[in-house]
């Protein structure tokens, strides 16, 4: 081999080896922050998904519950001498009924509408309320007599959730019949 070939042969190595280099601590450390952020919006998404999902939970247990004692009052029978206390109409009940402000004249308490808490418990009671809730839950329902028609039972259920405060409200109409 000639001195020309080997002087050659040194360079290309050279080249080589100075396009083969690594990555500099910069280029890590800038790699690193940007897989940590990553990683932290990652682990937010699930904390936040698993918080929805803990709440949709309540609230289908809730909507099962109202549903359940709804079903419980409508398998009543409705009789003319109608004397079960789940069925009797709020006005016959109206003492132990929370006052509220009827802002739309319709009789009944809506979202929305202020209502006296007398027992401080953060949730509108209606004349009507279960005595054994499952921990955690309020249950109560309201009843108007001949509503939206003659010889029928307009009922409106409401389960809430103390933790949250939030209320599931089913409602249906009981006919004589």
Same mark, same amino acid.
């Given at each position: 081999?000639?001195?020309?070939?080997?002087?050659?042969n040194?360079?290309?190595?050279?080249?080589?080896?100075?396009?083969?280099r690594?990555?500099?601590?910069?280029?890590?450390?800038?790699? #690193?922050?940007?897989?940590? @952020? &990553?990683?932290?919006a990652?682990?937010?998404?699930?904390l *936040?998904?698993?918080?929805? !999902? +803990?709440?949709?939970?309540?609230?289908?247990?809730?909507?099962?519950?109202?549903?359940?004692?709804?079903?419980?009052?409508?398998?009543?029978?409705?009789t003319?001498?109608? #004397?079960?206390?789940?069925? @009797? &109409?709020?006005?016959?009940?109206?003492?132990?009924?929370? *006052?509220?402000?009827?802002? !739309? +004249?319709?009789?009944?308490?809506d979202?929305?509408?202020?209502?006296?808490?007398?027992?401080?418990?953060s949730?509108?009671?209606?004349?009507?309320?279960?005595?054994?809730?499952?921990?955690?839950?309020? @249950?109560?329902?309201?009843?108007?007599?001949?509503?939206?028609?003659?010889?029928?039972?307009?009922?409106?259920?409401?389960v809430?959730?103390?933790?949250?405060?939030?209320?599931?409200?089913?409602?249906?109409?009981?006919?004589?019949?």
């Open positions: 081999m000639g001195l020309y070939q080997k002087d050659k040194i360079k290309l190595l050279q080249v080589a080896h100075k396009s083969e690594g990555f500099t601590l910069v280029e890590i450390m800038v790699a #690193t922050v940007i897989l940590s @952020i &990553g990683l932290l990652s682990a937010s998404m699930q *936040s998904a698993v918080h929805v !999902n +803990s709440s949709a939970n309540g609230m289908t247990a809730a909507t099962n519950m109202a549903q359940s004692r709804l079903e419980e009052l409508m398998a009543l029978q409705y003319q001498a109608f #004397t079960d206390p789940d069925l @009797i &109409g709020d006005e016959a009940v109206g003492g132990t009924l929370e *006052s509220f402000t009827d802002s !739309n +004249s319709n009789g009944l308490w979202f929305g509408e202020s209502y006296v808490d007398s027992n401080g418990n949730v509108w009671d209606a004349a009507h309320v279960d005595p054994n809730p499952p921990p955690g839950y309020t @249950i109560t329902w309201s009843v108007i007599d001949n509503r939206p028609v003659e010889n029928a039972k307009f009922i409106r259920m409401y809430t959730r103390n933790d949250k405060k939030k209320t599931v409200l089913l409602s249906c109409v009981k006919s004589r019949g």
